[in-house]
């Protein structure tokens, strides 16, 4: 097998398309907790037990989708320090504007804004570790490629 | 350009230190990989070897340990393949079929090294090729095969002696 068939057979794993569904699956169960779970504690007063069946059905359907999305960009997918960085500020962006429309929801249903606060706060929160983490990784990957440049030449 | 720095730039997203670092250490992952299994196998453990090693290269914490690493993964593969007697089946069928469907492959089979290699049980043999045909060091063969340095120098030991024993009884019936 030669070189360029051996990384031919790695395009697939490498592909941007890959890297883009995997991101979405952990960003889209990610929102979805957060949403669903906040409308839930949200609620004014005790729900019927259908509605709290149903809001439970959609929290553990978001969570699978979070689990997958964590699993494939973890171990399935290949995520550079480039791309977490582009990852990172995709979920902070995805979690600023899920805290935005959950306080507005609860501001329009007049109750629920402090656990809409709560649950956006800390997905905001988690969101902008992975940022800060992300950049801190890719500043330590180039200046240690600065190190090795300057031994090379030096 | 060190290992290192291909490491380091592939780890970054830079596409051409990655395919760089896949042309530098394929025939030695290929060569590990025949060395430990058959031919049928060896193009599809390696390419396994190769994807695994694309998935986890972002999450590796210490690049100057590329080799030891990238070797621990093949190791995992071939080890994953020789498991289980369906396995054993399947590599005794394969070695009969090299042996009567591909003549040029049998005569290569008995080229010195490769047939001093596969009189070796599995364990002495992986030491070997790590040791002398990857030119890998005492302890880089221990961390790789999970196992103290010690072990290592006993199994090469005992290698060389299978080795030695082997080639004078060829010699003795020659």
Redesign the interface.
Known sequence: ?S?RE??E??ES??SKGRRMRAVTALLTGSVGTAFVGALWLGEPGPLPGRTRLAFAVFTVCCVAWAGYGGWLVT??????????VIAAWIGLAAAVATTAVLVAAAVQRGGGVGVALAVGGVFVAVALALAVRAHAR?AA??R??RE??GE?GG | MTDELLVVRAQLGERAALAELVDRWRVPVWTYVRRMLDAERADDVAQEVWLAVVRGLPRLREPDRFAPWLFTIARRSVTDRLRGRYAREHEALAADRAIVEDPVEALVDRAELVGLLAELPVPEREILVLFYLEDLSIEDCARICQVPVGTVKSRLNRARRLSREHLERKGYRA
């Open positions: 097998m070189a051996t990384i057979g790695l794993a490498l171990r399935r997918v290949p995520l550079f320090a480039v791309d977490r890719r990957l180039l240690r490629v090795l440049t090379d």
